[in-house]
């Protein structure tokens, strides 16, 4: 046997149990036992899928990130939860109070969420079309504006 092919079958070997053992090391966390009290709630793109009992009249909701699409957070409202939609981009900001139910039970941030009270840069996506901005300025782009942001525990005791 020449030693390319057993360099190769040594390669293929290899690679076969390493595809094993992280299956055997991963299949107890990728399991998921089936259920059958979640709802789905919202668009296709931007829903969830949450247990059915959370979501009850009363309840609230705390939803980071609206972009253009509520569906979620407006699901919520209509089954009586009070939701407090958290994004401070001004497109945003703009779709949200376009769409948004007209009565106390449902609120806007327009804050951004961080570990404390600070102002942060937004820088924005790299295509135009795109509404979701970046802290960490991802895409590497200039434009930007400035907003304040606040930790979820600080929101919440407003």
Known sequence: MSTSSTRLRAKRFAR???SRSRRALLSPM???RPRDDLVRLGSSHSGWWVPEDVVRPGAVAYCAGAGEDISFDL???GRGLTVVTIDPT???IAYVNSVKPDDRRFVLVPMGLWHEASQLSFYAPS???DVSHSV???QRTTDSFVAQADSLDAIMKR
């Open 136 to 138: 960490l300025n991802l």
């Open 90 to 92: 001004p497109r945003a």
């Open 30 to 32: 990728l399991r998921v």
């Open 16 to 18: 076969k149990a390493s």
């Open 75 to 77: 699901e919520l409202h």
């Open 127 to 129: 295509d135009p079309g």
